[in-house]
């Protein structure tokens, strides 16, 4: 059997922890080659020697049937390996266009050469579908559209070996769909793709063939057409899992969250734009009400406007009664509310910072983790220890691992333990499964359900359908900045919530919002 990627008996250890355990990896050309695994199995790791990023303790790589060395991403790519990081490595201040060509730049004369490159990302985003507009600056574009930038950066250098990490955790359903079109299509053409995912349906639809990895070691491999989603999940998780949540009927109590009549321009790029339009909702304690929408309808500013991150324009959010429109993050905080933000790096964590460091960063300032401006530091590692535990966040060096350092889905685990311990009234919960694996997921919404039950309220915003549909007492649709649709889950199909998503309501010119 002749491989185009061979990675054999590869081992990477890291402080702590063994990273891939003897892992073998054996791609054919032109496959679609799924790399499945929790959390911090290995996954990304193994990509990252493949990439040139790390060196392996022990093991060989055989790119084409010959054995070579790669000790850096140039290298790589001289191999005709590319790689879509899970945290795209994009610069947010040049276009498009100078993101594509960087460090593959004509010059002539001392000077750029870009019309040649602008022809030939044209032709490429022309012949793979892949849309962009090369003068907008990467800060400006969605996360869809940076995707296929990274995508073009590969194309562009006439990789054929084709790495993607966790492609599709922050893209929305209509973007994933694309997605796997073009890996399809490219992989028609002779390329080769390594699939990073957790997602179990996305490697029925798009992979030939799938190895498993768990807690570092290959568990084995299976051809996907006659594997079925339970097999490969237990596969990954080692145990049988359960997503199908039934929801406890309970009357809601008092409203938690008022929010009335509120308003955010946004004002990018000099213009100013209404993006959250008059929005008035409540939620009341022991239920979750959901906020569901295609991403980039304003949930982004309607949550940053309810959590303190900005001030709306006009309008009023209570908490408990109390108005909290102007208050300070750290108020609300230290009043009854939590968040669970959707970009874990940028709102989440300090990356620099230890995870125990990272679990107080809302209590630091109180008796119990400093003395007279000292932090207590063993205070702080036994409440790490504590969590770590109750929440089974997966770390090489328990709470004095750097936070950079973890797995995505330990850092996100991480982040829903320190919001729930802090014993909220209100939770706000921003996408926060994206990028989890199915144990992860099972767990999260588990919590979540928890604290439904025990009487707080709970505000989701997710662009999982699934998750929406299974989780949701209420539905808020979010459509261009309004909300469009308040909808009981019991009453409508995932087809119907789709439809209002799009802002096309099924029948009705849309139902009325309490």
Known sequence: MDY???????????????????????????????????????????????????????????????????????????????????????????TVLQNIVLGMETVSGGLLQMEEAREKVDALSEKYGLKVDPDALVSDITVGMQQRVEILKMLYRNNDILIFDEPTAVLTPQEIEELMHTMRGLAAEGKSIIFITHKLNEIKEAADRCTVLRRGKLIGVVDVASATKESLSEMMVGRKVD???????????????????????????????????????QVHRGEIVCIAG????????????????IHPDSGKVALNGKDITRQSVRYRNTNGLAHIPEDRHKHG???????????????????????????????????????????????????????????????????????????????????????????????????????????????????????????????????????VADLNPEEITVQELGLYMAGSAPGEAGREVH
């Open 243 to 281: 997503l199908e949540i039934e929801l406890q009927p309970q009357a809601a109590g008092e409203p938690v969250l008022t929010v009335e009549n509120l308003c955010v321009n946004s004002h990018r790029q000099g213009h100013t734009k209404a993006v959250v339009k008059d929005v008035s909702f």
């Open 294 to 309: 295609i991403d980039g309808n304003g949930q982004t500013e309607l949550v940053h406007a309810l959590t303190g991150l």
């Open 4 to 94: 185009i990627i061979e990675m054999l008996d590869i081992t990477k250890e890291f402080p702590g922890i063994v990273a891939n355990d003897g892992v073998t990896l054996q791609v054919k050309k032109g496959e679609i080659h799924a790399l499945l695994g929790e959390n911090g199995a290995g996954k990304s790791t193994l990509m990252n020697v493949l990439f040139g990023l790390y060196q392996p303790e022990k093991g060989v790589i055989k790119i084409r049937g010959k054995e070579v060395k790669i000790d850096g991403p140039r290298t790589a790519n001289a191999l005709g390996i590319g790689m879509v990081h899970q945290h795209f490595m994009l610069v947010d201040t040049f």
């Open 349 to 483: 964590l300090v990356l620099d910072y230890t995870l125990g460091e990272n679990l107080i960063l809302q209590r630091y300032f109180t008796d119990e983790f400093q003395s007279h401006g000292f932090l207590r530091r063993d205070n702080i590692i036994a409440y790490a220890n504590r969590l770590i535990e109750e929440f089974d966040i997966r770390s090489g060096q328990g709470a004095i691992t750097p936070a950079r350092s973890m797995s995505g889905g330990n850092q996100q685990k991480a982040i829903v333990a320190r919001e729930i311990d802090r014993d909220p009234d209100l939770l706000v919960a921003v996408q926060p499964t994206r990028g989890l694996d199915v144990g992860a997921i099972e767990y999260i919404h588990k919590k979540l359900v928890e604290q439904r039950d025990s009487g707080k309220a709970v505000l989701l915003v997710s662009l999982e359908l699934d998750e929406v549909m299974n989780l949701s007492d209420r539905i808020l649709v979010i459509y261009e900045g309004s909300i």
